[in-house]
């Protein structure tokens, strides 16, 4: 279980790329040290619970990047 979450995590990691570099530079750390406890939090549930985990995370993330970009100004 331990090797997946580093990867997880990492995988997270990227998908932050995908909001606006403000956003990213603004809120980038706080977003990963929630996400890095919500995971191992997950993780001593078991590999079913962490890969849910891992799924809504990243399908929030990327619809939440792409409302970013859709609303923000400029």
């Known amino acids: 279980m331990k090797r997946l ?9 990227r998908l932050l790329r995908l909001y606006p570099a403000g956003f ?3 809120f980038g750390d706080e977003m990963l040290a929630v996400f890095w406890e919500a995971a191992e939090s997950a993780s001593e549930r078991g590999a079913i619970a962490l890969t849910g985990f ?3 995370e990243a399908r929030g993330l990327v619809f939440a990047a792409c409302r970013a970009h859709l609303t923000r100004d400029g």
Not at 6 to 13: A, E, H, I, R, S
Request: net charge negative; glycine share 14%.
């Open 24 to 26: 990213s530079a603004d």
């Open 5 to 13: 979450h580093p990867y997880l995590v990492g995988f997270y990691t």
């Open 54 to 56: 891992g799924i809504h």
